[in-house]
């Protein structure tokens, strides 16, 4: 069975980085697509930013577009998001899918799902 776990959470000062890791194991086949979502308290979660194994095909959604960078490393099987620039309103568990990346389906459907990772961003 699939699974994935993400890792790199913590505490930063606003403005700061991080970078998340999403190892992914058990998947039978290489066409599939990572997604990182977030969900902060009282709010619903969002999909931030996707990536296609197959041809390596990025998407961001505007809140973290140009902040943060996502990208695989498949020889690891592990998808990343670089976190630069953050904001205490990036607060929130970050969690990592198997998702849907492709133009008008963006984050619609999702498979697997990790068991999610802390960020908070103080002021």
């Known amino acids: 069975e699939a699974q994935l776990v993400e890792s790199g959470g913590g505490l930063v000062q606003a403005g700061g980085s991080l970078k998340l890791s999403c190892e992914a194991s058990?998947?039978?086949?290489?066409?599939?697509?990572i997604g990182w979502f977030r969900q902060a308290p009282g709010k619903e979660r969002e999909g931030i930013s996707c990536i296609r194994r197959k041809d390596g095909s990025v998407y961001y959604s505007d809140s973290v577009k140009d902040r943060f960078t996502i990208s695989s490393d498949n020889a690891k099987n592990t998808v990343y998001l670089q976190m630069d620039s953050l904001k205490p309103e990036d607060t929130a568990i970050y969690y990592c899918a198997e998702t849907f990346c492709s133009d008008g389906l963006y984050f619609q459907k999702t498979f697997y799902w990790g068991q999610g990772t802390q960020v908070t961003v103080s002021s």
């Open positions: 058990g998947f039978t086949f290489d066409d599939y697509a």
